[in-house]
C-alpha cells in the first residue's frame, strides 16, 4: 500500500513538479518507513482475518477544490486542515467509545492527477488508518453493523451514515462552501434508496432552493477544503456503482475498503461482532 501510494511521486519529481510526502495529524513529510513500521506494528490480538488497516479516500469534486485555492500546495494544505481538523475528529466521535482525533493511528499521502479522468482538477488524499487506536488496546472498525450500542459484549458501534453527512457539513462551515442540494448526501442517498412520495419531495425541494453561488476567500492562503471518499482496501473492488450507499462516494465525498495480512484473506464487514465458538461435531460410530 504505502509503495503505491508513491507511484505519483517519480513522475512529477522528473519534471521537476511539486510532490507531498506522508504526513500524520501533527507533522508533514514522513518518510514511508515509518509508515509501515508503524502501521504493521500497531496489529496487537488481530487475527490473520482481520484488517490490519483501513485505506481511505479523500477526493474532492473539481467545485470543492476550487474553493480549496488556486495551486497545488494550497490545496494540498487545505487538503491536510480538513483532514485533521474536520474528518478524522468526525470518524473518532462516530465510533461511540469516547475516542479523539488523537486515539486515531492516521497516515495521508496526496495524489495531484487521477487516471481516466477529464478533469481539470484531479487533486485527491488515501489515508491508512490502523485498526487499532494508538495505545494498540482498542479494535475499532468503521465497517461494524453496530449503532451505539450500549449492552451486550460490544459497546459503541459506527454509524457511516452519520459520517459522511458530518464530514460533508464540516467541511462546508470551514471552507465556506454553499453546496447546492443536488450536491448533498442527503439528496443522493434519496434519490438512490428513498421511496417514490420521499424522491419527490426531494425533487420539490431542488427546485423551491435557490441557486447559489460558491464563496472562495482568496485573500486567506489557509482559507481551503477538500472532499473524502472512504474505501475497505483489498475488499472491495472500489467501484462507485457497485458500493453499497453508505459507502458510495457522495459528491465524490466518502468510501471505505479493509487490508488484510493475507491479500486472498476473506474480510468479514461486520469485524466487531464477538467470535462464536463453533460446535464439535460428534463422531459417528459405523457399524460394520
Keep these: 500500500m504505502a509503495n503505491y501510494l508513491e507511484h505519483e511521486d517519480m513522475e512529477r519529481m522528473q519534471k ?38 483501513y485505506a481511505i479516500h479523500v477526493s474532492p469534486s473539481e467545485k470543492e477544490l476550487q474553493a480549496m485555492g488556486t495551486t497545488e500546495p494550497q490545496q494540498a494544505e487545505a487538503m491536510k486542515r480538513y483532514i485533521r481538523e474536520v474528518f478524522i475528529p468526525e470518524y473518532a466521535k462516530n465510533f461511540n467509545k469516547g475516542l479523539s482525533a488523537e486515539d486515531i493511528k492516521v497516515y495521508g499521502k496526496i495524489h495531484f492527477n487521477r487516471d481516466r479522468s477529464d478533469n481539470k482538477l484531479n487533486m485527491h488524499c488515501h489515508l491508512i488508518v490502523s485498526r487499532k487506536d ?39 462551515r470551514l471552507f465556506g462552501y454553499n453546496r447546492k442540494l443536488s450536491e448533498t448526501f442527503e439528496y443522493y442517498n434519496t434519490m438512490k434508496n428513498g421511496s417514490l412520495p420521499d424522491k419527490m419531495k426531494m425533487q420539490e425541494q431542488e427546485l423551491k432552493t435557490p441557486q447559489k ?34 459507502q458510495h462516494e457522495l459528491s ?20 466487531e461482532q464477538p467470535l462464536r465458538k463453533s460446535k464439535k461435531k460428534k463422531k459417528r460410530r459405523r457399524i460394520t
Excluded at 252 to 271: K, M, Q, R, T, Y
Design 134 to 172: 494508538q495505545s494498540n488496546k482498542i479494535k475499532i472498525s468503521p465497517l461494524t453493523n453496530h449503532r451505539n450500542t450500549k449492552r451486550g459484549s460490544i459497546r459503541g458501534g459506527f454509524d457511516r451514515v452519520t459520517l459522511f453527512e458530518n464530514a460533508e457539513k464540516g467541511f462546508d
Design 252 to 271: 465524490s465525498l466518502l468510501s471505505i475498503f479493509p487490508s488484510v495480512a493475507d491479500v486472498g484473506s476473506n474480510v468479514n464487514p461486520e469485524e
Design 16 to 53: 521537476g513538479i511539486y510532490t507531498e510526502g506522508f504526513f500524520n495529524l501533527t507533522k508533514d513529510n514522513l518518510y514511508k518507513s515509518q509508515v509501515i513500521k508503524d502501521i504493521d506494528g500497531n496489529i496487537g490480538q488481530l487475527l490473520k482475518t482481520d484488517a490490519k488497516f
Design 213 to 246: 453561488s460558491i464563496f472562495v476567500d482568496t485573500t486567506d492562503e489557509t482559507h481551503k477544503s477538500v472532499g473524502t471518499n472512504i474505501q475497505t482496501f483489498g475488499q472491495l473492488n472500489g467501484q462507485p456503482a457497485k458500493r453499497s450507499t453508505e
